[in-house]
């Protein structure tokens, strides 16, 4: 198993920036392919960012592209999403995700994740 603490949401001005933090523990970090989701009120958890095992292999949503970049620190055992010129819709809870992997790549879909963080809250205003 693996626990997830997800830092760093709060409240921030439409082109503003955030960073998030969501720290790892329980067993060895870089065996993870790492991911973020957020999910907004009515609306269904979304794919945001993954990051592969070391790092070398990242993907993103269309919506985000550009303005967040994940990244991660497996010798402090936490995954980063650095988020830039924030809309009113990145409004959202933010989660991040952990899978058991064995070799190179990233995991896109919610199903595939086996551990999630309690998530925090990121608010936009216009």
């Known amino acids: 198993q693996v626990q997830l603490v997800e830092s760093g949401g709060g409240l921030v001005q439409a082109g503003g920036s955030l960073r998030l933090s969501c720290a790892a523990s329980?067993?060895?970090?870089?065996?993870?392919?790492m991911g973020w989701f957020r999910q907004a009120p009515g609306k269904e958890r979304d794919f945001v960012a993954a990051i592969s095992r070391s790092g070398g292999l990242t993907y993103y949503a269309d919506s985000v592209k550009g303005r967040f970049t994940i990244s991660r620190d497996n010798v402090k055992s936490t995954v980063y999403l650095q988020m830039n010129t924030l809309k009113p819709e990145d409004t959202a809870v933010y989660y991040c995700?952990?899978?058991?992997?064995?070799?190179?790549?990233?995991?896109?879909?919610?199903?595939?994740?086996?551990?999630w963080g309690q998530g925090t809250q990121v608010t936009v205003s216009s």
């Open positions: 329980g067993r060895t970090f870089s065996n993870y392919a």
């Open positions: 995700a952990a899978r058991r992997v064995y070799g190179v790549g990233y995991v896109l879909t919610a199903e595939e994740y086996d551990y």
